[in-house]
């Protein structure tokens, strides 16, 4: 009883079901831990740190064991430097999916967000990468506690892995957005992450460095600055735009609710020319138009600078145009939020998707035990192995020692022979080998003779 108290993560959900939650499924994995002889979190963690500190190296699996065994807080900093530190090894691309979901479980049922939010988006050097139920977990919960911001910071991440498989997953992301899109000016940012460079050892010590303890680093190479429009936006706006613009591919939406959708998507991307394309056949909504008119808003505030207002002019002449056109455009009136369309649909499907994803993750979870079963199996049969090839090589060692012991005299005589054999031959080859004296006699003796001839 004690354990399943401690492994819920939340009390009472908002949007979706709290049977998704999956946290009975979820508590099991301690017992099949045990039945592997894994137990006591805190001392299989400790473990795993004295191998990264002794060899330089852990297994993947003992990593995700350690991670899919902790539940308490003062375990989090020491789980996130065993995940950075399989990330910096040769072994990383063998992180198996479990160990990144139980990270995902284990921040999110002690609320530490932040630092969900700082790993997710720093995956360079933590590698955790997010699965359709750990997603709509995150969402769903950002979304109870009123984070739209946060929210929609995970549907980006969802939309940068191109997961687009799991119509429920979609359906959150893309509402999300729009949540995001309604927000008052002032709110539609990302905030500020903490920084985890405690857990790297990197921390600001410049005031304690001396000048032998710093490093110096070569690069190969400068990067040259270039934008993939993917991997490398940092943007909100376009980030949120890219959002709108892809989810609204992968959802059953009428064509007034996509077109409308769209147009905000391209607005906050920053694509007007299609913008404007689109406002050409579209029947926008007033709630749309307010978006649309609140973002371009923000685009055309004035600058001083007067070099800078040059670089912008093109485009502010583009969002003048694009503003003007929206204004004048007809309307269809509505008093319904595009946020809360969705939330029709998502409503419409929720029961049926979310028993797709239960059943997927449940399914994933038998995976995970029987794949983290055959390669705990598999370490301790190679560590067997090892040991026994160790103990014979050790005494292979001693037999032939014992050997040479006991053919000492008999050995003596063939070494004798041997060395005898091998002071003939080299001899042999030194009288083979002329002196350099002998060498440039041979050479003057035949440059007369050549000579010679040519005078006969």
Same mark, same amino acid.
Not at 100 to 120: F, G
Not at 208 to 235: A, G, R, S
Not at 339 to 345: A, E, L, N, P, R
Not at 369 to 382: K, S, Y
């Given at each position: 009883?004690?354990?399943?108290?401690?492994?819920?993560?939340?009390?009472? @959900? #908002?949007?979706?079901?709290?049977?998704?939650?999956?946290?009975?499924?979820?508590? =099991? @994995?301690?017992?099949?831990?045990?039945?592997?002889?894994?137990?006591?979190?805190?001392?299989?963690?400790?473990?795993?740190?004295?191998?990264?500190?002794?060899?330089?190296?852990?297994?993947?699996?003992?990593?995700?064991?350690?991670?899919?065994?902790?539940?308490?807080?003062?375990?989090?900093?020491?789980?996130?430097?065993?995940?950075?530190?399989?990330?910096?090894?040769?072994?990383?691309?063998?992180?198996?999916? =479990?160990?990144?979901?139980?990270?995902?479980?284990?921040?999110?049922?002690?609320?530490?967000?932040?630092?969900?939010?700082?790993?997710?988006?720093?995956?360079?050097?933590?590698?955790?990468f997010l699965n359709e139920h750990s997603a709509c977990l995150i969402i769903d919960n950002f979304l109870e506690a009123d984070?739209?911001?946060?929210?929609?910071?995970?549907? =980006?991440?969802?939309?940068?892995?191109?997961?687009?498989?799991?119509?429920?997953?979609?359906?959150?992301?893309?509402?999300?957005?729009?949540?995001?899109?309604?927000?008052?000016?002032?709110?539609?940012?990302?905030?500020?992450?903490?920084?985890?460079?405690?857990?790297?050892?990197?921390?600001?010590?410049?005031?304690?460095?001396?000048?032998?303890?710093?490093?110096?680093?070569?690069?190969?190479?400068?990067?040259?600055?270039?934008?993939?429009? #993917?991997?490398?936006?940092?943007?909100?706006?376009?980030?949120?735009?890219?959002?709108?613009?892809?989810?609204?591919?992968?959802?059953?939406?009428?064509?007034?609710?996509?077109?409308?959708?769209?147009?905000?998507?391209?607005?906050?991307?920053?694509?007007?020319?299609?913008?404007?394309?689109?406002?050409?056949?579209?029947?926008?909504?007033?709630?749309?138009?307010?978006?649309?008119?609140?973002?371009?808003?923000?685009?055309?505030?004035?600058?001083?600078?007067? @070099?800078?207002?040059?670089?912008?002019?093109?485009?502010?002449?583009?969002?003048?145009?694009?503003?003007?056109?929206?204004?004048?455009?007809?309307?269809?009136?509505?008093?319904?939020?595009? =946020?809360?369309?969705?939330?029709?649909?998502?409503?419409?499907?929720?029961?049926?998707?979310?028993?797709?994803?239960?059943?997927?993750?449940?399914?994933?979870?038998?995976?995970?035990?029987?794949?983290?079963?055959?390669?705990?199996?598999?370490?301790?049969?190679?560590?067997?192995?090892?040991?026994?090839?160790?103990?014979?090589?050790?005494?292979?060692?001693?037999?032939?020692?014992?050997?040479?012991?006991?053919?000492?005299?008999?050995?003596?005589?063939?070494?004798?022979?041997?060395?005898?054999?091998?002071?003939?031959?080299?001899?042999?080859?030194?009288?083979?080998?002329?002196?350099?004296?002998?060498?440039?006699?041979?050479?003057?003796?035949?440059?007369?003779?050549?000579?010679?001839?040519?005078?006969?």
């Open positions: 009883m004690r354990r399943s108290a401690r492994c819920s993560l939340v009390a009472q @959900r #908002h949007l979706l079901s709290k049977k998704f939650a999956l946290n009975e499924e979820w508590c =099991s @994995r301690h017992s099949a831990l045990s039945e592997l002889g894994i137990d006591g979190g805190y001392e299989w963690i400790t473990a795993v740190q004295k191998k990264f500190v002794s060899a330089k190296i852990a297994s993947a699996v003992d990593v995700d064991a350690a991670v899919c065994i902790a539940e308490e807080l003062d375990q989090l900093d020491d789980i996130l430097k065993i995940i950075y530190k399989l990330r910096h090894i040769e072994m990383t691309g063998r992180m198996l999916p =479990s160990t990144e979901y139980a990270l995902v479980r284990l921040l999110l049922k002690h609320h530490k967000t932040d630092i969900l939010l700082a790993v997710l988006t720093d995956p360079i050097n933590y590698g955790v984070k739209i911001t946060d929210a929609a910071r995970v549907a =980006s991440c969802v939309m940068l892995q191109e997961m687009f498989q799991s119509t429920l997953l979609n359906w959150l992301c893309i509402y999300s957005s729009l949540r995001w899109t309604e927000l008052p000016t002032g709110q539609r940012v990302f905030e500020e992450l903490p920084s985890l460079d405690y857990i790297a050892g990197t921390e600001n010590n410049t005031g304690h460095v001396e000048d032998e303890d710093e490093m110096t680093f070569k690069f190969p190479y400068l990067k040259n600055e270039y934008n993939d429009m #993917h991997f490398d936006l940092t943007d909100p706006d376009q980030l949120i735009g890219k959002n709108l613009l892809w989810f609204s591919n992968c959802v059953p939406l009428s064509e007034e609710e996509a077109k409308n959708i769209r147009l905000i998507g391209y607005v906050f991307f920053g694509n007007y020319v299609l913008a404007k394309q689109l406002l050409q056949t579209i029947n926008i909504f007033s709630s749309a138009a307010a978006i649309c008119q609140s973002r371009l808003e923000q685009l055309t505030i004035k600058t001083d600078n007067i @070099r800078e207002l040059q670089d912008r002019q093109p485009t502010e002449n583009v969002v003048e145009e694009l503003k003007g056109i929206i204004d004048k455009i007809e309307k269809k009136n509505t008093d319904e939020k595009l =946020s809360d369309m969705i939330m029709k649909h998502l409503k419409a499907v929720q029961n049926t998707e979310e028993k797709n994803v239960i059943e997927i993750q449940r399914s994933a979870f038998r995976n995970w035990i029987q794949n983290r079963t055959d390669l705990i199996r598999a370490q301790v049969e190679t560590l067997d192995l090892k040991l026994r090839l160790k103990e014979t090589c050790e005494e292979r060692r001693k037999l032939r020692d014992r050997w040479e012991m006991l053919n000492f005299f008999e050995n003596r005589l063939k070494w004798e022979d041997m060395a005898v054999v091998k002071e003939e031959l080299l001899k042999a080859e030194q009288d083979k080998r002329k002196s350099k004296e002998d060498l440039e006699q041979e050479y003057v003796d035949e440059v007369f003779h050549k000579k010679n001839v040519k005078k006969c």
